[in-house]
């Protein structure tokens, strides 16, 4: 077990090594037009040169602070109206398939209004963020609140648990699991939005940056940009993973 | 309330005060440049189905939509496959596609244009670039979650490689295919229409911005109801499926 599972590890790190090889084959000899695919060599330095001076704080800061507040909004509403759903079977009959239709229709297309709206700053990407990530934290709330099992609630009202004591004993670490995979969702797709619409229209922020550095066809360091932002969902993915893990293993 | 409604009554019931509200708000408040009663963008769709340009824009986001959807469902399920049907190649591979799924592509959007250029081919790339993910990691773990004891039971029955792959594998596989399938249609969405913004010489997001910039919010809000309504059917035609094949799976 312990060998296949180092074998396993050497075939992720040959994937990588094959992927970095092919990318320093490839553009040492010259075949590919450096605008499209930059020398390794020079997007090293590049990103060398971008830690080294910092200057992608202004950028970054912008990003995670679009990032924070479109979440908090996002997971403050969906789990309040999914808890309040939650409540009662018939509500959930009536609002579930609302939220399932709502959250199919591609929201990304009404940023140009948001824009509008709320001006080209931060303020239309919290706003796209947070209404793009509302939906599956709304969706898994509802559900994982509304599959409790039947026996831990009797066992729990049998036993004269008061309304708070049932939420916070027997409800919310049963569906535990549930909404942490819609908050997860939620992050996620708030992070993916914000970039992408910080590409299409912004002044500042990280997508903002990759494409002004694409336009003006400075390729190599908009992949030490990419890659720093690679570094980045990285480490907010790796966040998510320990907090998931430890919210876990405390309410065990 | 003593008996209380169906609840599609009661859903439809919403919708329309929802509307109500919109067109009420909208006509009293809201400042014709920004916002458009529903009433008016129900004329506006009937107006722009009326424009050539408009229908071939439409017409060519669903060519990309559907191009994008069969090509990530196809690669998405022969790599899921590959990665799932094999314990060595799940160890390894599984954690690198995970890891694939949650890298933002959208930062990379500029590479798409620079490689495929700004017309449907890039569109279509990013599209799929967000659409496979779904679809390869539900295929693989729908056929790694298999009971052990079907595949022992099948193989002490005598079953070869191949009935086991078409007998218990494949229908196994199902529930979570469909809803790979489901949740990479909403993927291929999102991914196929922020290239049409970002790219808005031709098709939907042209249109789009050509219509926010000339404060024509009536025309926009007509263009995203006709494409919401496409999404929504489309979804709805996968959640059909979803249960219509499973049905069996108790």
Redesign the interface.
């Known amino acids: 077990m312990n060998s296949?599972?180092l074998?396993?590890?050497l075939?992720?790190l040959g994937?990588l090594g094959a992927v970095v090889l092919a990318w320093y084959l490839t553009t040492m000899q010259g075949h590919i037009n450096p605008?499209?695919l930059p020398p390794l060599g020079s997007v090293y330095r590049e990103f060398v040169s971008l830690l080294e001076t910092g200057q992608f704080w202004p950028d970054l800061r912008t990003t995670l602070y679009e990032l924070a507040i479109a979440f908090l909004l996002a997971a403050g509403a969906g789990t309040l109206i999914g808890y309040t759903v939650s409540r009662s079977g018939?509500a959930i009959?009536?609002?579930d398939?609302?939220f399932?239709?709502l959250?199919?229709?591609?929201t990304?297309?009404?940023?140009?209004?948001y824009?509008?709206?709320f001006g080209i700053g931060p303020a239309s990407k919290i706003a796209m963020g947070a209404t793009i990530a509302f939906f599956p934290v709304v969706l898994h709330t509802t559900s994982g609140l509304s599959y409790v099992k039947e026996a831990y609630v009797t066992a729990a009202r049998s036993m004269g648990a008061s309304p708070r004591q049932m939420f916070w004993n027997v409800m919310l670490p049963a569906a535990f699991p549930v909404l942490l995979t819609g908050l997860r969702m939620g992050l996620?797709l708030a992070?993916?939005?914000i970039?992408?619409t910080e590409?299409?229209a912004s002044f500042s922020g990280?997508?903002h940056q990759?494409?002004e550095l694409?336009?003006n066809m400075d390729?190599a360091k908009?992949f030490a940009?990419?890659v720093f932002?690679?570094c980045i969902?990285?480490l907010l993915?790796a966040a998510v993973s320990f907090a998931e893990a430890r919210g876990q293993r405390d309410l065990a | 309330m003593k008996r209380k409604l169906h609840p599609a009554t009661a859903r439809l019931g919403i919708i329309a005060i929802a509307l109500f509200v919109w067109e009420v708000a909208a006509r009293r408040f809201g400042d014709p440049l920004f916002m458009s009663p529903p009433s008016r963008v129900l004329v506006a769709i009937f107006q722009l189905a009326h424009e050539k340009e408009i229908l071939a824009a439409v017409a060519l986001t669903c060519w990309e939509l559907l191009v994008a959807f069969a090509l990530s469902v196809i690669m998405g399920l022969v790599l899921g496959l590959i990665v799932g049907l094999n314990r060595f190649t799940r160890g390894s591979m599984y954690p690198v596609i995970l890891l694939l799924y949650a890298t933002p592509q959208a930062m990379i959007l500029p590479l798409f244009v620079l490689t495929f250029g700004i017309g449907t081919a890039s569109k279509i790339a990013f599209g799929v670039s967000h659409g496979i993910f779904p679809v390869m990691l539900t295929v693989a773990a729908g056929v790694q979650n298999i009971p052990p004891i079907l595949l022992t039971s099948a193989r002490s029955m005598g079953a070869n490689r191949r009935q086991i792959l078409a007998s218990v594998i494949f229908p196994h596989m199902i529930p979570s295919f469909f809803t790979g399938l489901r949740l990479g249609m909403t993927a291929v969405l999102f991914g196929v229409l922020l290239a049409e913004l970002y790219v808005s010489q031709s098709g939907i997001g042209h249109f789009t911005t050509e219509f926010t910039q000339t404060f024509q919010p009536q025309n926009l809000f007509a263009l995203v109801a006709v494409l919401a309504a496409i999404a929504v059917t489309l979804n709805e035609l996968c959640r059909w499926a979803e249960s219509r094949f499973s049905r069996w799976h108790a």
């Open positions: 296949s599972r074998a396993q590890r075939v992720q994937f605008l499209l018939y009959k009536v609002f398939p609302l399932a239709g959250y199919a229709i591609p990304i297309l009404l940023f140009p209004l824009v509008l709206f996620i992070f993916l939005s970039l992408g590409t299409i990280l997508g990759i494409v694409g336009e390729t908009m940009y990419i932002v690679i969902a990285f993915n």
